[in-house]
Each structure stands twice: as C-alpha cells, then as structure tokens.
C-alpha cells in the first residue's frame, strides 16, 4: 500500500520538530520514493558504473537526516531536497572518477581497477550538465529547480508546482524554456571544445 501523502507529510513536521520516532517512522514510507529515484539516476549511467542503486539511496539517506533542522513543508519538499541531494551525489562521484582518470590523487592500482575505471562513460557529460544548470540557476533558479525536480528527482508537474509553489502551467513553460535553454548551453560548450 502506498503511504499517502498527508502521513508522509505528518512525519516530516514532526522529525523536523525534533521527534526522534518519527524519523523511524518515515522511513519506510519514503524508502520505496527514494528507490526509485535512485534507480532512475542510475538507469541514466553506464551500466558498468560502479556506484550502485542501493549505495545513492544510503548516501542520500544520511545525507538527509543531518537536514533533521529543514523545516519540512510536505512530502514534494521532502522528495525535491532528495533529487537536489542524489544529484550532488553523483556529480561529485563523477568529478572523483573525473580526476582519477587524470591523475588526481595518483595511487598505484592494479590493472583490474584500472580497467574497471577507464570502461565507464566519460563522467565530463554529468560534470558539464551540472555546470550547465548551475549557469541556468545564476539566470533564473527556478527552471534550474524544474530541471532538478522534473528530470533527476522524476517530479511529476504537479509535484514540481507544489514544491516551487507556482502553477503547473508555470512548471511546463519553464521546463520548456529551461530544455531550450541547457540544449544551446550543452551545445556550445561541445562547440568550444572542438
């Protein structure tokens, strides 16, 4: 059964008020949320990735109770904040491989985890779409946050409206804008590289 949105809403206000059972309580209401938005994440990197599906949810999760001060609006607050945290996540596990593989921090290897590093995808496409939205957000914040509710927290309209506390009309146009937006910055920064 799926919790409904009113008790997962419950929860949080009350672990953001300092109830310490409460957060034993959310937990398994939210745990299935996460997962798929873990797996969602996941399902956009190589399948040779070596961070996996289970290991985000764990990062996320503790990454999500040192914010017990957030005072928690609802339940699209609570999953937004998560998007925005599995992003960080994964950018800065794409920027670590992203400097292994150009020498960072060199430490001696073995072929296997050298070979096991240099078969995944270029971690730069994570890297630059992050940079990209972090150039969208100096312009406007609030498509930058469409973009990180809709596309990597998996939001639906709705759910992005009432995170962003706009209509979803608003949501729509800026999620078009937003796309237009990264695709020319994308596309010239492919083009500067050349």
Do not use: C
């Not at 060199?106 to 985890?113: D, F």
């Not at 992050?130 to 509710?149: F, H, M, N, Y």
């Amino acid at each position: 059964m799926t919790p409904s949105s009113q008790e997962v809403t419950h929860w949080l206000v009350a672990w953001s008020q300092g109830d310490k059972a409460a957060l034993n309580r959310l937990l398994p209401l939210v745990y299935a949320e996460l997962h798929r938005m873990a797996q969602r994440y996941m399902g956009r990197e190589n399948p040779g990735h070596t961070l996996q599906t289970t290991a985000l949810i764990h990062e996320a999760y503790l990454r999500l109770i040192d914010q017990k001060e957030t005072p928690w609006q609802n339940r699209a607050h609570f999953f937004g904040v998560a998007a925005q945290v599995m992003r960080h996540i994964l950018v800065d596990y794409a920027r670590a491989r992203h400097n292994l593989k150009r020498g960072g921090e060199a430490e001696p290897v073995s072929l296997e985890e050298g070979a096991a590093v240099l078969s995944q995808e270029p971690a730069a496409e994570l890297v630059a779409l992050d940079e990209a939205l972090d150039g969208l957000a100096t312009v406007d914040q609030r498509k930058s946050r469409v973009v990180e509710l809709r596309y990597f927290g998996g939001l639906s309209v709705e759910e992005t409206a009432e995170v962003l506390h706009v209509s979803p009309i608003t949501v729509m146009r800026d999620w078009s804008l937003a796309k237009a937006w990264l695709y020319r910055a994308l596309n010239k920064e492919a083009g500067d590289a050349n």
